[in-house]
């Protein structure tokens, strides 16, 4: 598997992933009605911004996944994940956090958020394997923190 930083030129890998998991997950993993396979939404994912980082996973030329953080302030992001349903598993959500928490306190940012339905158990097990602890919750929602200190981060195994 090889983790890198997503790029406009990856529209069509990302999309790949969006279609390669299903609306319920979709729905699980961002909760919200936005059109993922809009064009302007895809690309706001793989474009070059001042405020957003993101990673891409690829196994041989097939995409399994992209984690993205958007910055909060100067010091917290705010993470958003997705793993295309065939590569569940396989270690890939923790690839993606691995690359992006490191590429996060390369710039400086000292907290990673996020936030996830309850039901959403894929991803609190990938918190909960990071080290995110549970900051809020709030009905059907957690908001999980996850301090960016030098001996923090996802456990090396």
Known sequence: MIVRPIEPSDEDAYRAI?????AED?????FH???????AE???FVETRSDTMGV???DDAAPLGAAHAVLV???????????????RHEGVGTALL????ARLKQR??????????RENRAFEHLARHAGFTVDLADGAAWRWVLPLTADLGTPTR
Not at 33 to 39: A, E, L, Y
Not at 98 to 101: G, Q, R
Not at 108 to 117: P, V, W
């Open 108 to 117: 400086g940012l000292r907290r990673l958020i996020a936030c996830s339905l």
């Open 42 to 44: 895809i690309r706001r």
């Open 18 to 22: 969006l279609e390669a998991t299903s």
């Open 33 to 39: 009605r936005v059109d993922h396979f809009d064009p």
């Open 73 to 87: 302030d100067d010091e917290t992001a705010e993470l958003a994940i997705v793993v295309a349903g065939g590569a």
């Open 98 to 101: 691995d690359a992006l928490i």
């Open 56 to 58: 891409i996973a690829f």
């Open 26 to 30: 979709r729905y699980c993993r961002f």
